[in-house]
């Protein structure tokens, strides 16, 4: 029989009439055949609940005493759920990943998973178990309790299913699928059908957040399918699959946005790798993440950088480029707090020409001014003021008709 991978997360175990429909879902497959393996999160909204009774005993709690605290969550999860399987009639059992062997680094809040023993998963469903299985958290080799962080769920289903070579890892969650579009702002977006994973990887790290983006680098690394489909209903949802060749026929298969974006601008200074160099380890030293990055030649000794920061970054970063403006002798550091990224994806840039031409054609003739483009062989960014997001979402995505 093979193994399939089933991970549902905290608005799928809210209540009990939600871990009742997962119980069903979840001996359903059993009963088609498969060997199954489930991974689910806390209900929703306990770990911050968690988060919050922490910060009431100190506004600065350590990262190990959190993760103590943050891991029970899905233990609540793990053994209703459990129940909910026996008293359909099915055999289930609960581990936490402690008990399952799966191994983490020692980064407390955000660690990554280094291992996974199968043995005692294997032996369970051998004896024709379901196996329930906590996610999010891992443990240390010195067995110290770890999570992997915000959607870390995701992270751990892919890990497992890796390591069990299931057939393929299905994400439950509460929307049927992975969109063209944000329907709240395109409201013709459309579901897809699949998605590659360079696709996939890219609509995550700019904006869509129905994937967490580990769990996409994760099965990208190892060929392994992603269902993503809705816990409330029985329908097909969107397959995040290895690029085919039928899939370079869509040139554009979906456009994403974020509205947290802030933009900083050092105007002239030498034009030195040095200096770049200087603005950049000052930044990542402050542990900023920087994502879209410009230069501009003002002569052939001086430029201008302008580089996009999270919004809650800002006021640091913009702090952080005054001081470096004065060391660089800048003509002027400034900001701007309210911009927006607008991103087109679509393998089928790799083999087309003309598509950017079309992005800032469209993007013009809709009265949208770009204000800084980065690009990749499958994505084009283009940071515009934050008023024009959605006009800019809405025009690209019914010129490429999607």
């Known amino acids: 029989m093979s193994i399939i991978v089933q991970k549902y997360g905290g608005t799928s175990m809210a209540n009990s009439e939600c871990v009742k429909n997962v119980a069903e879902k979840v001996v359903n497959a059993k009963l088609r055949g498969h060997d199954v393996v489930v991974v689910v999160s806390a209900p929703a909204g ?4 968690l988060v919050s009774r922490a910060k009431e005993i100190t506004d600065k709690p350590s990262g190990r005493e959190l993760d103590m605290i943050l891991a029970t969550g899905e233990q609540i999860s793990i053994s209703l759920l459990a129940m909910a399987i026996k008293a359909l009639g099915e055999d289930a059992i609960s581990f936490t990943s402690a008990q399952v062997g799966i191994i ?15 043995d005692k998963l294997l032996k369970a469903l051998g004896e024709g178990k379901i196996v329930i299985i906590a996610g999010f958290q891992g443990v240390t080799k010195d067995l110290e309790i770890t999570t992997l962080g915000r959607g870390g769920s995701d992270t751990s289903a892919v890990a497992i299913g890796v390591a069990l070579d299931a057939a393929e890892v299905e994400i439950y969650t509460d929307v049927d699928g992975i969109y063209t579009a944000d329907p709240r702002v395109v409201p013709n977006a459309h579901k897809m059908d699949y998605i590659t994973f360079d696709e996939m990887l890219e609509m995550a790290g700019s904006g869509a957040k129905v994937l967490h983006l580990r769990s996409v680098e994760l099965a990208a690394k190892n060929n392994m399918p992603i269902h993503l489909r809705s816990s409330f209903s029985d329908a097909i949802g969107t397959y995040v699959l290895d690029e085919e060749d039928k899939m370079e026929h869509v040139l554009v298969r979906g456009v994403a946005h974020t509205t947290n974006n802030a933009k900083i601008t050092i105007a002239n200074i030498d034009n030195t790798s040095k200096n770049i160099a200087l603005i ?36 640091r970063a913009l702090e952080l480029s005054k001081d470096l403006g004065r060391r660089l ?17 679509g393998v089928g840039m790799k083999s087309t020409s003309g598509v950017a031409s079309r992005v800032f054609t469209c993007l013009a003739d809709h009265n949208v001014a770009i204000d800084m483009v980065s690009t990749s062989d499958i994505n084009i960014t283009c940071v515009v003021n934050q008023d024009d997001y959605a006009k800019a979402v809405i025009a690209i995505h019914n010129e490429f008709e999607l």
């Open 104 to 118: 983490t680094d020692g980064n407390h809040n955000k660690a990554k998973i280094e291992a996974i023993n199968t």
């Open 329 to 345: 002798k800048a003509d002027e550091v400034y900001g701007n707090e309210k911009v927006a990224k607008v991103c087109i994806i």
């Open 46 to 49: 306990f770990t911050d609940h």
């Open 280 to 315: 950049f380890k000052t930044i990542s030293d402050a542990n900023i993440n920087v994502d879209v990055i410009t230069q501009n030649y003002i002569n052939i000794d001086r430029i201008t950088i302008s580089f996009t920061v999270a919004q809650e970054e800002y006021d």
